[in-house]
């Protein structure tokens, strides 16, 4: 059975169908891409599954599970996470503050015995924190646990994101534009640590990328949008040399 | 073992220093004993708030609301019933009284809370104002207890210890919830709800379960008021009164809680000391008001150098320091030369204005200076720490956070 699964998924603001009648699924250890131009309609992808909006109509199926109308918290309990295009980190938190918030959805301790300050929420705590630390390593953000979040630089936030994504032990990660205003360097750098998360930590991982090298030496699988519609869908190869995706949205091949 | 012996201490040394606090006070009169309490409870009362307001960042302003629904519920019950049920003990019926005053608060939150989970900012704002006014009024228009002549509390139980300990508490309670994992939701939902959720963090219940906790103890406050006046009237929980909580949390720093503490003793103590003050001849203190303007021009000049010095000069913190003081002379000199000049108009010299009247300047004014000078509040984000004093002096990262690796 297939991880998550959108059939025909349609959502309409107002006159405008952001998503129209969209289907794909995505195995388990998949690493997908979804790209379009600009107004495609993949943030709005990403709003449907992790529940921030409620789709029109159509199914959107997690594990074998309709999820859609369950509200965002609850679809991060259930196992998929998401970063943000405009970056939404908590500005004013510390680093390792950020993602212990990810991890937090795992605690096992009541907010009475944290009020109370016993020793079960304090192991809690310090539990929560030295996972935390470990996702920093992952990201290669071990280096800065207390500063800011809004003090980093842009690439770092970027990473922070998904270190606190991660947090959440997700099933599914969907990364929407990560490689977005970073330098060639840290794109090739970003590229193999997503393929680690892939590979070492089994995660399935959905990303939405305007580079057109990153995702197509990262991807195994793509999904194209254009206006809402899906044009094309398979292999790299496949999507490179695609006609409609090249008139539609690449102008020239890649 | 040791955690449990240093929280026993801790419990110990609580529950001491509030029965020596009764005991150091218990001889001072009923004036003084009043300043004491009302610092005490004007603690509760903004580091309460500033769970609400502070950390969990919904602007809510109607704060004494909840102080008053503590208050009437409790006083009502004690007119009422305390004669006719078998506690006679008073010091366990207020105890019992703060829960039931928490209990009656926390539900008023609870529906105070509930615009919060679709409103923002100014707009919760208002609606809260409004819920406050709109308790304030009701209960003006209730003869049965008392309307706007206010209703008597007997008996009264006057203690210092106990409003000391629910201080305590709620300063307790709020620093450990921001010691512990659990505080970060709170802290999240603050700094951004829409990716709290996505972090699967429950915004709603996280926004009433601020608004529970922190109006249970405004409310728990309003019952040992009640009950230490031993007379209440709507006019004690006017907007005035939210407005003053609400000005505690905003000058210590909002979102610290050692600023609200510090800040709340300030501002609930200042006005009452200055209207303690007393001249040479033991009569009220009479100021001429040549030198009440001549201090306001001090206070205007300070203010504007040390702006200057604080936004234009960027170098070493000693040599900015001279400039401060510096800036400090010539305010201080500004004042005499200005005296000197006012002295000259007739009205300004002859005219005597007792500090009772002069106070409320005083108290306008120190707001004003502190917000000017610092906007973000005296503690800012930050919470009271040596290593943060030693930061102020050193540069380098400034400890900030309560949950560091
Ligand atoms: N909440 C909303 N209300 C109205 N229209 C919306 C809403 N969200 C998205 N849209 C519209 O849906 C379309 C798709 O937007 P979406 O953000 O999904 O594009 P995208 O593919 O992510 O583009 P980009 O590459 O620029 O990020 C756009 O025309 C956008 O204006
Ligand atoms: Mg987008």
Known sequence: ?????????????????????????????????????????????????????????????????????????????????????????????????????????????????????????????RRLKDEAMDYLKILDLDGVPNARAADLPYGMQRRLEIARAMATKPELLLLDEPAAGMNPQEKQDLMETVKRIRDDHGITILVIEHDMRFVMNLCERIVVLDHGEEIAHGPPEAIRNDPKVISAYLGEPV | MRFWSIRLASVLIALGACVLLQALVGHASDYEQRIVVLVGLYITLSVSLNLINGITGQF????????????????????????KQPIHNMLLWVILMMFVGAIGAAVAGFIVGLPSLRLRGDYLAIVTLGFGEIIRITVQNQPAIGGSYGMNVTPKYQSVALVWLLAIICIAVCRNLLKTAHGLPFLSVREDEV??????????????????????????AGALLAHFEGFITPTTFGMDVSFIILTMVVLGGTGSITGSIFAAALLAYLPEYLRGLK????????????????????????VTLTRLVMNKYSGDKLKKLALY??????????????AFF????????????????????????????????????????????????????????VPHSAVSA
């Open chain 2, 342 to 397: 006012l002295r000259m108009i007739p009205v300004m010299a002859n005219k005597q204005i007792p500090i009772d009247q002069v106070r409320m300047v005083i108290f306008a004014v120190t707001l004003i200076v502190i917000m000017l000078l610092r906007p973000q509040g005296i503690f800012a984000h930050h919470e009271f720490s040596w290593s943060w004093v030693k930061g102020l002096f050193k540069r380098g990262e």
């Open chain 2, 60 to 83: 809510s302003i109607g704060h004494a609301a909840f102080y008053q629904v503590g208050a009437y519920l409790t006083g009502y019950l004690t007119l009422n019933y305390f004669s």
């Open chain 1, 1 to 125: 059975m297939s991880i998550l699964e959108l059939q025909a998924a349609t959502i309409k603001f107002g006159g405008l169908i952001a998503v129209n009648e969209v289907s794909f699924k995505l195995e388990k250890g998949d690493l997908f891409g979804l790209i379009g131009p600009n107004g495609a309609g993949k943030t709005t992808c990403f709003n449907l599954i992790t529940g921030v909006y409620k789709p029109t109509s159509g199914d959107i199926i997690f594990h074998g599970r309709q999820i859609q109308g369950t509200p965002p918290n609850r679809i991060a309990q259930l196992g998929i996470c998401r970063t943000f295009q405009n970056i939404r980190l908590f500005p004013a938190l510390s680093v390792l503050e950020n993602v212990v918030v990810g991890g937090f959805l795992r605690h096992r301790t009541t907010l009475a015995g944290a009020l109370l300050y016993l020793p079960s929420s304090l192991r809690e705590t």
């Open chain 2, 325 to 338: 003081l510096g800036a400090f002379a010539l305010a201080v000199v500004s004042r005499f030369i200005a």
């Open chain 2, 279 to 302: 001249g040479a001849d033991g009569q009220p203190l009479m100021i001429p008001g040549s030198n009440v303007v001549a201090w306001l021009v001090a206070v205007a000049v300070a």
């Open chain 2, 195 to 220: 990716a709290s959720q996505a972090m699967g963090v429950n915004v709603t219940r996280v926004k009433v379960t601020a608004f529970l906790i922190g109006s249970a103890f405004a409310g728990a």
